[in-house]
């Protein structure tokens, strides 16, 4: 599971480097005002997730404590950016691959780093 993950999250910047290449790198990418809001407002939403998803494994015995935390940290962080995703003011695809890609990152960082 956490190499399909993997593979389909990488989808999203092959087709936004796309993107920046066919627009000549012009755009909301680089002048975004809401972009932060958006990365902490997804990164919000993944908490309770995360928390709820940790506390789901931890009544089992998972046979590998970090692949479990990374897999749960990247889907709290999925989860998150495609509920905050749905009220984001940003439409253009090269953002939504800076903001929303870093939230699910960050997601699976902090969430391996705690090994719940």
Do not use: N
């Not at 399909?4 to 989808?11: K, R």
């Not at 995360?50 to 897999?71: D, K, N």
């Not at 749960?72 to 691959?97: D, H, K, N, Q």
């Not at 800076?98 to 960082?109: C, D, E, S, Y």
């Amino acid at each position: 599971a956490p190499k399909w993950a993997l593979a389909m999250v990488a989808v999203l910047p092959l087709t936004a480097v796309v993107d920046i290449i066919v627009h000549g790198g012009e755009g909301a990418f680089w002048h975004d005002g809401h972009g932060l809001d958006c990365l902490l407002l997804s990164l919000a939403a993944s908490v309770p997730v995360m928390a709820t998803l940790f506390a789901w494994v931890r009544r089992g015995a998972p046979a590998h404590p970090r692949l479990t935390a990374a897999t749960i940290g990247t889907a709290g962080g999925a989860i998150g950016t495609m509920a905050y995703g749905l009220a984001c003011p940003i439409g253009e695809l090269s953002p939504v691959f800076l903001w929303f890609v870093t939230t699910v990152t960050a997601g699976l960082v902090l969430a391996r780093a705690l090994k719940w």
